[in-house]
């Protein structure tokens, strides 16, 4: 991206995840935007100086907090289980939560929270409806590990995993709106499957939705 | 405003006075402590020095009602105020700071208190910003306080002072910052009760606040701080030189009393780790079996401490600056609700917590994170590893200053400043 940078301020994002990049494109110039779990702030950065939004982050790591705060970015210290309540409601335009669903103690009353803070929530995760998965564990009989889901079952932080058809079954549920998703492989790529839930649900590693309440 | 402002509080404990009426006979400790206190008595009151200041003849309304008939303000500047008046950070000082932020002292000689964040090439860089620092009213280094001559001319003001509070002291800031035909601060920083003058400038005058960093601070004086407050103040009354604060008439100032004042309170500003890092149970000195001959080194820091403090602070500013952050309460001028002194506030905050501060702990910038949230405000929030107490803020603490810069120039960029 061709983004004229003042001279001396570090650029984060320029090394930014690529579904990232994706949750980027989804957002409005000039929107207001929290994003849970900021890390180092790179998302928020990069929509401030490409799209001149007044974007803010909660980030659990404090050394993370502290390194997005040294980098001039508007980061807190806090977690989605416990930190949303506080916002009022729409508070902001877009609500960004990345590979994090998965580790929140209370994901259903996270997506609640963000849906009331926020009027659009992005929300991405891995899916453990990938055939890789399925077939570990069809076939060696223990919890499966690959390269998204990494750690042993004793170690992980992810807690409640789902699928690309739990989620939806959820949004049904809750009485969500999915405006967009799409399913991304390995690389962060946007993959082809968007139109079958089936095959999106087998090869995607990971999911991106936007949801609105009704 | 607090119901206590309209009464003065009470001053000694009734008997105490009596108990210690006779200066240098403390019966249980006669003939066996006195040879090693090391905390002189000193009977000169500060020295007279003529700081840089600006009068306001029109006085200033206080918020218990009273007003002062004219209004002194004592402050230094540091660096150049641009053409459009848009690059001057407000640097609030703390319990028992001053204005000398960033240049050697007059009264101690000793380098400016805040000279580490302060300064050309500093966190707060006096070459990009015109850095403004005041001694609050109720203080002694030439603000009008105790110290000051009375409206009527007749002698200082002594405890007759009237009470004054943090939403006084930043109402004289403002016009201090109005003299200089500022209107809008780039930012207000402070720690401690200079943290609370910060949190009172974006509650009562947001717009004249960009960016603001409150530092380990809290939203109100809490018991246990309130508590500390009276241990120094009743400390400075039991001393049979405070005289009923009119000590000036007779020369002898309470100097053993505004120490131990300051003593305890300085026991506050720091935490364990950092007194057993420092000083241990070493014993310095003095012979074995002798009880009070013997010096703890940690002693000796603490008497040092309440010695040399004696020197550049007056007892009645003490009382009366300990009182005002006492009062100090933010919500309750919002009918209770934190949220509402900040909603609809544009500034953009950065509040910072040191991990071993118990005086003013992390859940207290916590709950001001909260309350800025619950009114969508703009807020960044470092919590800082430390184990130097809530004196952590004045030190030496890289991380700290990395965050202080990186905030500070983050908001330099958003306000458009070179």
Known sequence: MDVVQPEGVRYVAKNMRVDLRLIAEMIAPGSRVLDIGSGDGSLIDHLYRTKGCDARGIEIDMAEVTRAVVHGLPVMHGDADHDLAQYPDGAFDYVVLSRTLQAVERPREVLRQMLRIGRSALVSFPNFGHWLLRWQLLWTGRMPMTSVWAKAWHETPNIHPCTIRDFFALCEEEGYTVEKWLAIDEAGQKAPWTRAVGMANMFGEQALFQLKRI | ?418
């Open chain 2, 1 to 418: 405003m607090p119901p206590a402002l309209q009464s003065r509080a009470a001053p000694a404990l009734p008997g105490t006075a009596a108990a210690v009426a006779t200066r240098g006979a403390r019966p249980h400790m006669a003939g066996c402590i006195n040879a090693v206190v090391a905390i002189p008595d000193m009977d000169t009151a500060l020295p007279d020095i003529d700081h840089q200041r600006v009068v306001f003849d029109d006085g200033l309304m206080l918020e218990c009602g009273q007003s002062l008939g004219r209004l002194e303000i004592a402050y230094r500047t540091y660096g150049q105020l641009n053409a459009e008046r848009s690059n001057a950070v407000l640097v609030c000082h703390a319990l028992t700071g001053d204005q000398y932020v960033a240049e050697t002292h007059p009264v101690t000689g000793k380098p400016g208190w805040w000279d580490m964040a302060v300064g050309p090439g500093r966190p707060i860089d006096t070459e990009r910003f015109f850095v403004i620092c005041s001694n609050v009213i109720g203080g002694c280094m030439g603000s009008t306080g105790p110290l000051t001559r009375r409206d009527d001319g007749e002698g200082p003001w002594g405890t007759d002072f009237p009470p004054v509070t943090v939403k006084d002291m930043v109402a004289a800031q403002r016009k201090l910052v109005e003299h200089f035909g500022i209107t809008r601060l780039f930012a207000v920083v402070g720690g401690s009760v200079g943290g609370m003058q910060v949190l009172q400038w974006a509650a009562n005058f947001p717009e004249m606040v960009f960016a603001a960093v409150p530092i380990a601070t809290a939203p109100y004086h809490s018991a246990q701080n309130i508590a500390f407050n009276e241990v120094g103040r009743q400390a400075i009354f039991a001393d049979p030189d405070w005289q009923s604060g009119r000590y000036w008439e007779t020369g002898r100032i309470p100097s053993r009393g505004l120490a131990v004042a300051r003593m305890v309170a300085h026991i506050t500003y720091l935490s364990e780790e950092a007194l057993t890092r420092k000083f241990g149970r070493r014993v310095r000195g003095g012979q074995a079996l002798t009880a009070f001959a013997d010096l703890f080194e940690v002693e000796s820091y603490l008497r040092h401490q309440g010695s040399s403090f004696v020197g550049r602070f007056d007892a009645n500013a003490y009382l009366t600056i300990t009182r005002a952050a006492d009062y100090f309460d933010l919500a309750e001028e919002f009918g209770g609700d934190l949220r509402a002194a900040f909603r609809g506030s544009r500034t953009r905050f950065c509040l910072v917590s040191f991990t071993s501060d118990w005086l003013y702990p992390t859940a207290e910038s916590r709950a001001i994170a909260r309350a800025l949230n619950g009114a969508a405000a703009n807020v960044s929030f470092v919590e800082i590893e430390s184990d130097k107490g809530h004196d952590a803020f004045l030190l030496d603490e890289p991380e700290f200053h990395r965050a202080l810069r990186g905030f500070i120039a983050g908001c330099a960029e958003h306000a458009g400043l070179p």
